[in-house]
């Protein structure tokens, strides 16, 4: 098979699932005592014997006799004297007194040292260690001796110390008398004392009450020391002062035994009568004492479960009356609901609760009964009753029965224990019972049958968890007096302590302080469990013949001694069947990795055998399918048998050796695997709190221990991989399997273990498993073959082995943050990544994408310590470790990151500009190998502040090439979901690019993302010419890339931010494509703008909506063509943008806006007409005909603006005129002629705004707006523009100039008419007749002119009509005097002789205007200064300047007109004026005299 060593997250994860459900399993196959007692009732076998043909269960470790010193002073006292004894297992010291003199020596082994106190005259009726107080004492004393004599009592100072070499600190001691801290006893003889954990110093009287010893530093009256009697009354103590012992008839029941309960702080009491009290001290072990309960008549008590029914082994005679031997607490490890247990001299212990629940209610391993923790005490009742053990343990019984042939019936099977002791799971019974001699009896869990649970057939749930417990016996000289645990070094329990406190007491804080005392509590989990980490048990027996250590072999201890002693065959395979063949390999694999914890050394040869053991088939049997061979049925689900139900397809079972490994992992990671890996020192999370000190929860030297035994057991599996040892040969040859053998069954079954081992191999489903194996997929298929489940296994253990790997590098991890102060490291992060790294498990930091994300958040803020301004460091100083230690947290890539970290620090505090251009490079290169792994925030940040936009560019579309390297962003095929994500990805690494334009625009936010500030890497002010060089620096090289997609994001950030120049300037090829499309709506079409800007443009497409945004970008393509002088497409452009309606009605472009674009397209087209490569006659034709079309729509457009101008100030005259503004302000109702004013307002109002929103065609304009609001001066102007003939309809014409003179004259009179026929017949002349109807201007006006006159409306001169005509026509006197000339050849038009007069009056106004006008064309000067002249003298040569033809037709003309004026039927005093004019001015033409007269 083909091997991988690089750590696969999703391998990971799968055997996470796998090795978290055998831990989840590990847990709740421990019991609680109260469900293995009570199971243990239908079991037929409590008791078992150890197997004669292995290593001994229990042993002697080592002996040694009393101190020479004790034994002569014993002696010297004739045995009469006083003679105490005893064990303090804090300080590692045995004590006994004779007398007066105590004497101390070490219990576990001899120095020869045995100090001795004797500083008072009275005997020592009791002995007492209690912690020393904080702040009384000097530091150095630790603990407090108190020795009770029948008049004092006394306070000693214990000192400890260690050696030369520290190893041990308990090496040496020494006493320190403390004269203040004594008082008086009262009189009252102390029998026992016992002391809390917490320094306070209980003692019973023999007079039957209980007092504290209380003491302080003292001061002033104050005494140091003081007793308190806490269990009399008032009137005890009357009593006690007043009335004399003599006279006190009851009889006292004295205590003669103490114990306390540190974690549910309770104390308990044994007095001579066999009474037990309960008192309790407070919830947190400092309040008083206060007594809860007491029971009298426990011996008469029945066994509420057992009933009358005794156990055969403990029948005694009716006369023999058990007594208590001793009372001793149960750890809340052992049981949540069980708190005391009482050891009887027949060997029967009583198992008792302080609660008045009902009890575990079958709480798997104690689950169900945390709340009991926080229940007080309320009364003391006997819960069950265990039998006593065998007898004759060491030659009749068997395994599971107890043989009890040879016996009489008469003769006592009871056994007689003297003395007991019982701590942490394990019995040690004195026995004396007849007619064999006194022998230790110890009893202890039986670790074979904490397999049981998945290693038999068809037990019962109740049956497995029953408490099973294996007797050896030992024989002892002389009396056992006194027995005590040797915990282990303190080097180790603090280990053990910092891995199991927080999953062994399930989160509650433990008010046990010695570490060695907690570590020694987990003995009671039994030894498979716990055999890799704690040593073995020790226990030391005080006996009158001196000290004895008795040391427990945990079973892999009994494998090793079976291997080093080339024991049979046989012997192994019992061992593997009795432990069964996961337990058994487990050991294996402990014993080959070298991971146990042991004092001996493991020798090469065991290590080899053990290796050979696991891997053996014929031992750890082969993976194969469920029920093919006996092999599996020693590996079924719990639960056995399931009548009636389904019959499942067969399912396969890995080997022993497989379930071994399972075990061992799981049980090395069970301390840490769902424990927060970090914890807030001293209090909860805040994110408020700035002095909140966060620190790893696990010590360096606890991590480090099982760091070292992880790394151990994979290395081995890799060796074995390496060497293909067991099923890694059988499947070497045949290649990576995993995606060919491995099949998807479908098979639904529970929590078991083939379940969740399928899981590795993608046949196990999270929705299957949820149904609780209720149903079962009947689908067929073909078995597996051998090769394949070999295959499966060996990818299973191999995944396994990708679990323990990553894990030790987790701990190496955690162990490197911890040398670093955690608090210090995490200063920089925000208060989410704060709360989500204190809740982060080490399961997820192993297993998740999340845990794998936080680790390399905390590595960064590792190297930032060293690379920092402040560094403590470089980088190779720091990823030298990391790279080794912890590779698949700190791959290359994360190295070579930080290398370009390193300098790019280095660059910002360096002040030559080459290095920091140099150093910011080499970053660069750096970080071009590993994009994928770049924090683009920071370092592209970092790039900025040095000036190094290359980085800055390059950099972000490197990774957004990466992490899109199928280029789904760009593959329209592609899923949209996908392509949409994909899309999301690249953009985030386009903002960065993005962000530095902004910064350099100005435009930044307050806080920008990146690093934090540094005072080196601070960027100076840049000027407008620096700022300018580094945006065009950007653009150029975004352009370089041959990213589409970038192109776009850059083109739409650049008009945005408003530095369209740069982008016309500097963009790409693509820019031109990417404006005629950008803007769009997302589900419109994307059309290229080819219809417009082609050679022979559809123009149908000008008016077509264009949204807002799009005509942003369709300006800037405009300027972008006029800027490559590509003037003919951006008249296309302009036009189109002139034409242009909004579709979001919100950035309608106003009709200035309109022309604006019209007048530019106008002057593109004749800059096109111009260029000089447009020279072709077609091409020349084709720019003529645009030229012409813009003109013609800049002239309608004008006439847009003009009718939208009138319209408004029409209605703003209405709305003056009438007050509309100020009378609807004051609440003034308007009348009905001020409603209709308001209408019409309203109407203009609307009218101007459509004007507003879009082109008209001059046929709209005309028709729909021109017409209808009578706006005639326009409608002329535009009836002149569109070259109006009027053939059909000529009268048009005439009637429109007839409604504007008549409306003139409505507003202004004949003043305002001439006016108007000024203003409007000079843009019309020259034209024909049927544009400007002279004959009916005159007329019309004439008439309204002598009306006017005659009625006396208006004073009306005779030259105003005339001079209008003359200005109307621009000067030339012809056309109107043609015009007068017809009105006055027809009679019927003028028949009154007045007008017809006022007509001549005009023809003479005419005649010498055309007089003039033709002199003053001669002389070169106006009609002005032909005046002038004609004023002054005038000789013949200069008249005869003038054209002899135009004055021989105004002198014929003049002529004519005398004649006409005497025609006239009207006085001589009338037309004398006008005659005498016509004449003048012939005579002036034909004669040589001046013009003076004129």
């Known amino acids: 098979m083909s091997w991988e060593e690089e750590i696969v997250l999703r391998d990971v994860s799968n055997a996470g699932i796998v090795v978290g459900d055998r831990i989840g399993r590990e847990l709740a196959a421990q019991p609680d005592l109260e469900d293995a007692l009570e199971a243990s009732r239908y079991a037929s076998h409590p008791y078992s014997t150890h197997p004669r043909e292995w290593p001994p269960l229990v042993e002697v470790e080592d002996s040694w006799e009393l101190p020479p010193v004790l034994i002569e002073r014993y002696n010297a006292a004739g045995g009469e004297g006083t003679a105490l004894c005893g064990i303090f297992p804090e300080i590692r010291r045995a004590w006994a007194s004779v007398d007066n003199t105590l004497f101390l020596w070490r219990f576990d082994k001899w120095d020869g040292q045995c100090p001795e106190y004797n500083g008072e005259e009275q005997a020592i009726c009791a002995v007492g260690l209690a912690k020393s107080k904080a702040g009384i004492f000097i530091e150095a004393i630790q603990y407090l001796l108190i020795l009770a004599t029948p008049v004092e009592l006394i306070l000693v100072g214990v000192c400890c110390s260690g050696g030369a070499d520290g190893t041990d600190p308990y090496s040496e001691i020494s006493l320190q008398p403390l004269p203040e801290y004594s008082i008086p006893s009262d009189g009252v003889t102390m029998t026992c004392i016992a002391c809390t954990d917490k320094g306070r110093i209980f003692m019973a009287g023999r007079d039957g009450h209980i007092y504290e010893l209380l003491y302080t530093t003292g001061s002033g009256w104050h005494k140091c020391c003081r007793k308190v009697c806490l269990t009399a009354g008032v009137g005890s103590l009357i009593s006690r002062w007043i009335v004399p012992n003599m006279f006190k008839f009851g009889a006292v029941d004295p205590i003669v035994e103490m114990v306390v309960d540190n974690e549910r702080q309770i104390l308990y009491a044994r007095t001579e009568e066999m009474k037990i009290q309960v008192y309790v001290l407070g919830l947190s ?39 208590i031997v001793c009372i001793s607490p149960l750890s809340m490890l052992e049981s949540k609901w069980l708190h005391l247990v009482a050891v009887l001299s027949d060997g029967r212990r009583m198992y008792f609760s302080t609660s008045s629940s009902s009890g575990n209610s079958g709480a798997i391993g104690g689950l169900g009964g945390f709340n009991n923790h926080h229940q007080r005490p309320s009364c003391l009742k006997v819960v069950t009753t265990r039998p006593s053990p065998p007898l004759g343990v060491s030659g009749g019984l068997s395994f599971g029965a107890i043989s009890l042939a040879g016996r009489t019936q008469t003769e006592d099977l009871s056994l007689k224990v003297e003395t007991a002791y019982y701590s942490a799971g394990t019995l040690v019974l004195s026995d004396s019972s007849p007619p064999t001699m006194s022998s230790l009896l110890i009893v202890s869990k039986d670790s074979s049958s904490q397999s049981s649970l998945s290693g038999s ?102 494998l090793r001694r079976l291997l080093e002693s080339n024991s049979p065959r046989s012997i192994l395979e019992d061992f593997f069947n009795r432990f069964g063949a996961g337990e058994a390999a487990t050991m294996c694999l402990m014993l080959a990795a070298r991971i146990v914890h042991t004092e001996h050394l493991i020798t090469n040869l065991v290590a080899e055998k053990a290796a050979e053991a696991f891997e053996d088939p014929r031992i750890v049997g082969m993976p194969q399918l469920e029920g093919s061979s006996g092999l599996s049925n020693t590996r079924t689900a719990a639960g056995g048998f399931s009548m009636g139900q389904v019959v499942q397809e067969s399912e396969p079972v890995f080997s022993g050796a497989h379930e071994g490994l399972c075990l061992c992992s799981s049980r090395l990671l069970l301390p840490l695997w769902e424990v927060p890996v970090m914890f807030i020192r001293g209090g909860t999370y805040d994110s408020a709190a700035e002095n909140m000190v966060i620190a790893c929860r696990f010590s360096a030297g606890a991590m480090q221990v099982l760091e070292n035994k992880i790394r151990a057991l994979e290395k081995f599996l ?164 990391l790279r080794e230690g912890c590779p698949s947290y700190f791959k ?101 690019v993005a962000s530095a334009l902004r910064s350099l625009k100005g435009e930044s936010s307050q806080k920008e993302f990146g690093s934090p500030a540094r005072p080196g890497a ?67 079409e994307v059309r290229a703008l080819s219809s417009v800007i082609s050679a022979s443009p559809q123009m149908g497409q000008s008016g077509s909506s264009i949204h807002s945004n799009q005509a942003k970008y369709f300006d800037l393509l405009a300027r972008y063509y006029v800027l490559k002088r590509q003037h003919l497409l951006a008249a296309h452009v302009l036009l189109r943008l002139a034409e242009r309606r909004s579709t979001d009605g919100g950035n309608t472009p106003t009709l200035e806006q309109r022309r604006q674009y019209l007048s530019n397209a106008v002057l593109q087209a004749k800059n096109a007409s111009n260029h000089d490569g447009m020279i072709s006659s077609g091409r020349g034709a084709f720019d003529s005909g645009l030229l012409d079309l813009l003109e013609g729509k800049l002239a309608v457009l004008q006439f847009q603006i003009k009718i939208k101008e009138e319209l408004e100030a029409i209605a703003s005259r209405i709305e003056a005129r009438n007050g509309m503004p100020e009378s609807v302000q004051n609440g003034l109702i308007p009348d009905s002629s001020s409603n209709t004013d308001a209408n019409f307002s309203h109407a203009l109002r609307e009218k101007a705004k459509e004007l507003s929103l879009e082109l008209k065609s001059i046929t709209q304009l005309y028709n729909e707006y021109a017409v209808p609001f009578e706006l005639w001066e326009i409608c002329l102007q535009m009836l002149y523009f569109a070259n109006y003939s009027g053939d059909a309809d000529s009268s048009i014409i005439g009637e429109t100039w007839a409604r504007l003179i008549d409306q003139a004259l409505s507003r202004g009179g004949i003043a305002e008419a001439c006016s108007v026929l000024k203003r409007v017949g000079s843009h019309i002349y020259p034209g024909d007749g049927a544009v400007l109807p002279l004959d009916t201007l005159c007329l019309h006006l004439e008439k309204a002119a002598q009306e006017r006159l005659d009625s006396g409306v208006e004073s009306i001169g005779d030259e105003d009509i005339a001079r209008a005509l003359l200005a109307a026509c621009k000067g030339a006197a012809e056309p109107v005097l043609n ?79 005398m004649t006409e004026v005497r025609r006239l039927a009207l006085p001589q005093s009338r037309t004398e004026a006008v005659y005498r004019g016509f004449r003048e001015l012939e005579e002036s033409l034909i004669s040589s005299f001046t013009f003076d007269r004129f």
Not at 916 to 930: G, H, I, P, T, Y
Not at 935 to 964: H, M, N, S, W
Not at 1045 to 1060: A, R
């Open 892 to 992: 290359e890539s994360d190295y070579k990151f930080f290398l370009a970290v390193e300098c790019l620090e280095r660059a910002a505090v360096t002040l030559d500009p080459e290095e920091r251009e140099n150093l910011a490079r080499e970053a660069f290169n750096f970080l071009s190998k590993v994009p994928e792994s770049a924090d683009l925030k920071t370092v592209c940040k970092r790039f900025e502040d040095l000036r190094f936009y290359e980085g800055v560019v390059r950099l972000p579309l490197q990774k957004a090439q990466t992490i899109d390297c199928a280029g789904d962003a760009l593959n329209e095929q592609t899923d949209p979901a996908i392509r949409e994500q994909a899309v999301t990805q690249r953009e985030q690494c386009y903002e960065i």
């Open 457 to 558: 057939l068809g037990t019962s749930a109740r049956s497995s968890r029953a408490l099973r417990e294996c007797v050896s016996s030992l024989p002892v000289e002389g009396r056992m007096l006194f027995v005590a645990d040797v915990y282990p070094l303190p080097d180790t329990a603090a280990i053990v302590q910092s891995l199991y406190s927080e999953i062994e007491f399930c989160g509650f804080e433990s008010s046990v302080k010695s570490c060695e005392m907690v570590s020694g509590k987990l003995w009671a989990r039994g030894d498979l469990s716990t055999q890799h980490i704690l040593p073995r048990r020790r226990i030391v027996v005080f006996s009158t013949m001196g000290m004895m250590e008795v040391v427990f072999n945990r079973p892999v201890d009994i």
């Open 1018 to 1084: 601070a960027r100076s002010a840049l000027d407008p010419v620096s700022r300018k060089k580094y945006i065009c620096q950007i653009v150029q090289l975004g352009v370089q890339s041959p990213d589409r997609l970038f192109h776009e994001y850059l083109y739409k950030t650049l008009i945005n931010l408003g530095l369209e120049d740069e982008l016309l300037e500097y963009g790409g090829p693509d820019l031109v494509p990417f404006l005629q499309t950008a803007g769009r709506e997302p589900v419109q």
């Open 1379 to 1457: 015009a007068y000339d017809q009105l006055l050849s027809n009679g019927a038009l003028l028949p009154s002789p007045n007008l017809r007069l006022r007509l001549l009056r005009s023809v003479l106004v005419i005649l010498r205007e055309w007089a003039m006008s033709v002199f003053a064309q001669r002389m070169g000067t106006s009609a002005t200064g032909a005046s002038l002249i004609l004023g002054g003298a005038f000789s013949l040569e200069q008249t005869g300047v003038i054209n002899q033809g135009i004055r021989d037709k105004i002198t014929s003309a003049a002529n004519r007109y």
């Open 718 to 881: 890799r060796s074995r991989r390496n060497q293909r040892r067991g099923l890694y040969g059988s499947v070497a040859d045949l290649g990576d399997l995993t995606g060919s053998i491995l099949y998807g069954t479908g098979s639904e079954l529970g929590a078991s273990d083939r379940s969740m081992m399928r899981n590795l191999f993608g046949a196990y489903t999270r929705n299957s498993e949820s149904n609780g194996g209720g149903t079962s997929n009947k689908r067929q298929r073909l078995p597996y073959s051998p090769t394949e489940l070999a295959a499966m296994e060996v990818r299973a253990m191999e995944c396994i082995r990708q679990l323990l790997l990553r894990s030790a590098e987790a701990l190496f991890l955690l162990q490197l943050l911890c040398q670093h102060n955690v608090t210090r490291l995490l200063q920089g992060f925000d208060a989410n990544l704060s709360q989500a790294l204190i809740k982060l498990t080490f399961h997820q930091l192993v297993c998740s994408e999340e845990g794998d994300h936080l680790a390399t958040r905390l590595i960064a803020a590792l190297m930032e310590y060293y690379t920092g301004p402040d560094g403590r460091g470089t980088v190779d100083d720091i990823s030298g470790r």
């Open 285 to 323: 072990g400092d309040g008083p004492l206060k007594k809860v309960a007491e029971e009298r008549n426990l011996l008469n008590l029945k066994d509420p479960h057992y009933g009358s029914r005794q156990a055969t082994a403990s029948r005694a005679p009716r006369s023999a009356k058990p007594s």
